[in-house]
């Protein structure tokens, strides 16, 4: 009997979701069934967004920045690649998912044993302690730069949204879902207005999309690339979409099944095509900016605000990205908190009130955050945020590895197993993944930073 047949018969709990299932309040809320093809694709629209927040969180601005500030548009096909990867590792994802019923923090649970599932579940808290420090840092910048509030202090009301996020979860998950895609959308705009302003060459930009062998053998450009790859390809967000998926109510027949994957692959893929092009746009806007007119390399994200107004001869430019930064972080909020209830209950079967979740994570942010400003000022958070990232790359094999070995299993996944060529390619970033972070931990043993 394939594994997914196990929890066909999963009723509701309690709560209105299911017993054993992460984010058991919204389990199976949305329905999908609609008469007609059209409006079953509407229903499954949403998750893709949540994990299209990766590419445009705080930290993913940092380490954007500073390689467009510093190398131009070289490490666009480090941003293109990595875009590609995470296509592929959510089409993955979704086939998981509803194949076997499970997120990929329960499949954890379940499949490997305690020795080995505790560890990944403590790998998986710290990548999303290391997505919260991020957000922490660049919603308090945000803050600063459109109302002047002090940093320390911004890092501090950051533990407010709570608040936000429990508003938004008690008029239910498409509520969230539309926050979350508004934000994108401000983020959107705002770039453009600024990418307008910045009047980028369309042929350096279509140059920089080819990959060089420079990016492996500069050590300062591999550490950039893999932050770069750390946030688009953000473990986190393998946990995510493994398990908002299943606030779909799809039915749960193979034909139901094979239906919710392909909208769901459609959808992921879609939101993760238009965000590349945000992202990709931060990169363009830094190269244009900062690389063309011989600023230097900007790491610091009130230093980049401050530069564009002299830089771009517009007072208009500034406030877009103050909007976007704030927009940011507010949108990656919601998107960490969802993973980690999803990494908690599912790994652990611990089922905390979300009030007390989103501290403890936010707390274990907001401490280093504080600490790192206190001592450094803003440039010791400008490094921790860009530090944040390369922290999230090397987390990333712990999140793959499961997921391409899971996925892989006949027994796991029945009859919706991978085409081969998914399974070859995905396994392959894979070791792409583990290989370029060993080398990274060899040159820094090796003094080569």
Known sequence: ??????????????????????LDESYRSIPVEATTASRRFLAFLGPGFLVAVGYMDPGNWATSIAGGSRFGYALLAAVLLSSIMAMLLQALCARFAIATGRDLAEACREFLPRWLSLPLWALAELAIVATDLAEVIGTAIGLQLLFGLPLVWGVIVTALDVFLILYLQSKGFRRLEAFVAAMILVIAVCFVGQLILAQPSVAAMLAGLIPTGRIVTDNQMLYLALGILGATVMPHNLYLHT???HTRAYALDRKGRERAIRYATIDSTAALGFAFLVNASILVLAAAAFYGAGAGEVEDLTD??????PLLGSSLAPILFAVALLASGLSSTVTATLAGQIVMQGFLKLRLPIVARRLITRGLAIIPAAVAIVAYGEKGAAELLVLSQVVLSLQLPFAVIPLVVFSAQKKRMGAHMPPLWLLAITSIIA??????NAKLVWDFVDGGF
């Open 1 to 22: 009997m394939a594994a997914y047949e196990e929890r066909t018969d999963m009723g509701p709990g309690p709560s209105g979701g299911a017993n054993d299932a992460s």
């Open 243 to 245: 398990g908002i998926l």
């Open 304 to 309: 980049a605000h401050a530069l564009l107004e």
């Open 431 to 436: 070791v792409l993944i583990v290989g370029l």
